[in-house]
Structures are given as C-alpha cells and as structure tokens.
C-alpha cells in the first residue's frame, strides 16, 4: 500500500526532531564495518542494557572511550576497580559494579571466542540474523533487549538485518498512524535513513514526543522548495533522495540538505519546462557560498528562516546571522 501524505510528513517529523543513531551521537562509524567501531557499539549495547536512562549511557559510553579503551584487549587489561570508577564518574552509579563485571567477562568471552572481533562472530553465524542474535545473548549482558539495540544499530554496517526495528520501535510507528511493520516502514524513506527513522522511534517513546511529532506534522508547511511535490517524477525523486543524501554526508543539516536537494531538482524541472515557475525564488544558487549571493537573495534566504531584525542589516551581517541559523 503506497504511505499516505501524513505519514511522509510524520517520517519527516519524526527524523527532524529525533532523526539520528545512537552511533551517530556517539560518532561511531559503524559504516566502515571494522573492529573498533563495532567494539564500540558492543559497549554502548551493554551499556544502554540496563534499567538506566539513555542520556546517562550515553555519557557511560563516552566515558569508556575516553579512558582509553577502545577494544576489547585495552578493555581486558583494565581492572575491576578503574572501570567501576570511570562508569560511576560519568553518572552510570546504579549499575557500575555489576556492569563493570560485566565489562570484563564480556570482554574476555570476545576476545576468546572471536579474537576480539565481531565481524567474525557474524561469519560464526554465517551472516543470518537470527542466529547472529543468539550468539549476541551468550554475553552475560546482552539480552534480548541488549540484542535489539545491536541490530537495530548494525544494520548500516551489515546489510543482512536491514530492514530491522525492534518492538519498541513498532509500537512508537503504531501510536503515530505510520505502518507497524518493517517492510511498511522501509517503504517511507530511502534505504540510508531507514536506521534513523527506527532510532527516532525509538527516541520518540523514550521522550513520550508523540503529541509533538503529531504536531510538528500538521503545522509542517512543505513549499516546492523544501519537499518533493506530487507533480514530480519517479526521476526527479531519486535524483531529490541522491543529493539530499550526498549534502547528508558531507556535514548538512536535514533541514538544508532537503533545500539544496529540492532547489537543485526545481531548477532542472524549470529549465525544461516542467514548471510553470520559470524563476528562482530569489535566495541564491545553493550551490554558491553566502558570500557570493547577492544582499537581497540573502535578505530573501533570512526570511525564510525567520531570522528576526533581518531588515536593518548589512551582507556581512545577513552572513554571520544565517550561519548561526
């Protein structure tokens, strides 16, 4: 069944105010499927196992890494004591002993089992998901909760589980009108952000943000120069998803990587006569720095943010105000 309107723009909500992995807060390049990245994830993964709130295993994991262990043979030599103190400096108290323990025990069964690398416990389970969740359980604390987060994170690195999300995460899509399904979900957004979406669920029913993604959604005003009209073609959407996902990558924000996208396909559907807006919108080339816009397509880009005191300012200071925007 094709997603209905107000579901593309609940995903576009939900990816707006909760739209990034625990990997990408935590900046671990799961991506680059190597060992240390995916060590990193282990520990987030026994971190986030406990009944604690995320910010703190968040904070936890940073901790961990900043301490210097960064693989599981640092993490073995490391002793009881160290590790339970650094875990209960970061603000992870209720559970730095016994996690601690665990720390050691798991470290060790890793690098005993695995020579301290998980891509080879996914060749152990010979790249099935099913049986790469159980042996992710023979942690000591990893459990099926510990299991989910694993998965649901390592998708983007080991393309066997995509699409994956867990139960929390269909039920977060569940109370938002969006499918309740993996397959229903991976049909609203490209494959790149699939993992985003089900990490901003999941986000969205630890901060109980479910009124707010709803609103978010009906007030969401989406222009021809922010979002892709029903007048588009299959071409003109791929090529939309392509550069919004290469402006992504190199350091753009959602909010302007689907502006310079949408810009950029608008001005193609304008010189081919598919529209019948044969102008611009009067901010500027995206493609060209702030700098090089003129004073008035600067004036125009600030008030479309809604940068206020707009009109009493000179270039340089249209500049400097939409940088910080």
Known sequence: MTPTPSQRDITRAVLKLHGRTYAEELNIPLAQNKPQPLFALFCATILFSTRISADIAVSAAR??????????????????????????????????????????????????????????????????????????????????????????????AWPELMPFADDRALESARKLGLPDNTRGLAKLVNKRDFARLVAGLVRVSLAEDFDEVKTRADNSKFTEEKTMPKAWSKKDEDQYEHIKDSAKESGKSTDRAEEIAARTVNKQRRKEG?????????????????????????????KERDIEG??????????????KK
């Open 274 to 302: 598919r529209t019948s807006n044969k102008t611009s919108q009067g901010t500027g080339n995206p493609n060209h720095s702030l700098e090089d816009r003129s004073k008035k397509e600067l004036y125009n880009l600030a």
């Open 63 to 156: 901790a961990l890494r900043q301490a210097g262990w960064t693989t599981p043979q640092k993490m073995a030599k490391s002793t009881w004591r160290q590790r339970t103190d650094v875990l209960n400096h970061s603000g992870y108290a209720r559970y730095d002993e016994s996690t601690s323990e665990a720390f050691g025990e798991d470290c060790r069964m890793l690098l005993e089992c695995y020579d301290g690398d998980l891509r080879q416990l996914r060749e152990a389970a010979q790249r099935n998901p099913q049986e790469e969740r159980k042996l992710l359980m023979e942690f000591k604390r990893i459990g099926d909760v510990g299991a989910n987060i694993f998965l649901r994170e390592a998708q983007v």
């Open 310 to 323: 707009r009109s009493k300012m000179d270039k340089s200071e249209l500049v400097k105000a939409l940088r």
